[in-house]
């Protein structure tokens, strides 16, 4: 018998009380919770008391003004989608991390912020037999799906690998290890690189490698593989995952890292047919760039400071205010209608039609 169930408490309500990713943006904050050392769970409600629709594995983007400057930056929600009065985010304190740092350190309950949301395309697809797979506070999208799990008391056949630094850095081990014993289907697998802080750890530590999953997940080749962390780790589990048989339409990872604040981007040069100049305002800098070029690609190259993060679109990390000139953009989703009327656009996906003047 299926006993999956399809019900939310948001689907029972209008249109009208449903927040609306095109429409609505004011979010309070109504609890903070010290998860880890370096690790805190920010809880959020619509200020007009309306339900979320979102799906385990999406994520929000977050408007925020930080010492009088425009910042945005994407967390994946932590939460049950089931449970739709609110939806939690749960972040790193990453080091020199602008955003993580003033979430940490100046967030407080009450106080108000701007979201885009919820956005994405990590979801779990029907299965009999999933690995879910995170590294350091990656573990938040798998973490939503868990909790979905729960809430909807669906049998699973889930082995959920996480790995961490050292045992104090494992964020919702507690929690994780509760529903496991709830759970007859959940099977964990925690692995720290190193036991310090912890000399009594009883399970093993290091990397995961072909050897580690092979040994902890023999049936690896059957399951569909949800992973999600570091650049690194996935790239690790992306090769690791192939050699044991996982077919690639089973593996499936978040497209972009939402922990790392402003990562670097490959360039690649590309023939241009006309030349065209944007001038960063608030920087003093001039940067030349073929009409075939994106704004993001040539400014990083020519060394300009400028947020980024997905580099197609997706997250809307590097917003920004088109003062003048014209862009050809072609977005995945970071950006609204009424944001770009207001005239911001996403420099990574862009490419300009004329010289152009950018509010950075």
Same mark, same amino acid.
């Given at each position: 018998m299926d006993t =999956?169930? %399809?019900?939310?408490?948001?689907?029972?309500?209008? /249109?009208?009380?449903?927040?609306s990713r095109d429409a609505d943006e004011d979010l309070?904050?109504?609890?903070?919770?010290?998860?880890?050392?370096?690790?805190?769970?920010?809880?959020?409600?619509?200020?007009?008391?309306?339900?979320?629709?979102?799906?385990a594995g999406q994520y929000f983007l977050f408007d925020l003004d930080i010492e009088g400057e425009p910042e945005s930056r994407c967390y994946s929600i932590s939460s049950s989608p089931k449970r739709s009065n609110a939806f939690s985010v749960t972040v790193k304190r990453v080091a020199d991390g602008?955003?993580?740092?003033?979430?940490?350190d100046r967030l407080t309950v009450?106080?108000?912020? =701007?979201? %885009?949301?919820?956005?994405?395309?990590?979801?779990? /697809?029907?299965?009999r037999k999933y690995l879910f797979l995170s590294g350091g506070s990656g573990i938040t999208p798998v973490m939503a799906m868990v909790r979905e799990l729960a809430d909807t008391c669906e049998p699973v056949d889930v082995v959920f690998m996480h790995a961490a630094r050292t045992p104090k850095d494992l964020?919702?081990?507690?929690?994780?290890?509760?529903?496991?014993?709830?759970m007859k289907g959940l099977r964990l697998q925690f692995l720290p690189e190193v036991v310090t802080g912890e000399t009594n750890w009883h399970g093993l530590t290091g990397r995961i490698s072909g050897a580690y999953l092979q040994l902890a997940i023999p049936d690896i080749a059957e399951r569909i593989v949800m992973c999600c962390g570091p650049a690194p780790f996935m790239a690790a589990a992306r090769t690791i995952a192939a050699e044991l048989g996982v077919p690639q339409s089973n593996y499936i990872e978040e497209s972009f890292d939402a922990v790392i604040d402003t990562p670097d981007i490959p360039i690649v040069d590309q023939p241009a047919t006309r030349t065209f100049q944007v001038e960063f305002s608030k920087q003093g800098r001039k940067v030349e760039i073929g009409g075939e070029q994106t704004v993001l690609s040539c400014a990083k190259k020519a060394g300009v400071k400028l947020a980024s993060s997905c580099s197609n679109g997706v997250c809307g990390t590097c917003k920004s205010k088109l003062v003048s000139g014209s862009v050809e953009m072609n977005h995945n989703g970071g950006i609204r209608?009424?944001?770009?009327?207001?005239?911001?656009?996403?420099?990574?996906?862009?490419?300009?039609?004329?010289?152009?003047?950018v509010d950075r």
């Open positions: =999956k169930s %399809n019900f939310s408490p948001a689907g029972r309500l209008e /249109p009208s009380d449903i927040w309070v904050c109504i609890d903070v919770h010290q998860e880890t050392h370096d690790v805190k769970t920010f809880t959020f409600a619509s200020t007009e008391g309306k339900r979320f629709a979102f799906e602008k955003i993580s740092n003033w979430l940490h009450n106080a108000k912020v =701007k979201a %885009n949301g919820p956005l994405g395309q990590f979801i779990r /697809p029907n299965g964020i919702f081990r507690d929690e994780l290890a509760s529903l496991a014993n709830r209608q009424r944001e770009i009327d207001a005239g911001l656009f996403l420099p990574c996906c862009s490419k300009p039609l004329s010289d152009l003047v």
